[in-house]
């Protein structure tokens, strides 16, 4: 069974950081890409920050220079580093495989709020 646990979101002033993590389990992310998506509310969801199976990153415009997307294949974990964070980011954000067609079943996600 997939389960998709994401964590480390929080209120933060604009210009702070956060870290978030996902941790997976029924699948291996080492073996596939896997992206952070966000939604912010009345909006749909987007994806933010991809890394494929090679380590490769994208990032949606948006946050280019801003957020660096990394994993831990030891443990099953991907992370999110946000900085320079803008009131525009706050959203709820989730991990899933990538590109979302790809998707499995959603985990709670985790919610962010950048305070101007």
């Given at each position: 069974?997939?389960?998709?646990?994401?964590?480390?979101?929080?209120?933060?002033?604009?210009?702070?950081?956060?870290?978030?993590?996902?941790?997976?389990?029924?699948?291996i992310f080492s073996i596939t890409a896997v992206g952070w998506y966000r939604q912010a509310p009345?909006?749909?969801?987007?994806?933010?920050?991809?890394?494929?199976?090679?380590?490769?990153?994208?990032?949606?415009?948006?946050?280019k220079g801003r957020f660096t997307i990394s994993r831990d294949n030891a443990k099953n974990t991907v992370y999110l580093q946000m900085n320079s964070l803008k009131p525009e980011d706050t959203a709820v954000y989730?991990?899933?495989?990538?590109?979302?067609?790809?998707?499995?079943?959603?985990?709670?996600?985790?919610q962010v709020t950048v305070s101007s």
């Open positions: 069974q997939v389960q998709l646990v994401e964590s480390g979101g929080g209120l933060v002033q604009a210009g702070g950081s956060l870290r978030l993590s996902c941790v997976a389990s029924g699948v009345g909006k749909q969801r987007e994806l933010v920050a991809t890394i494929t199976r090679e380590g490769n990153t994208n990032y949606e415009d948006s946050v989730y991990c899933n495989l990538s590109p979302v067609r790809f998707a499995l079943s959603w985990g709670q996600g985790t």
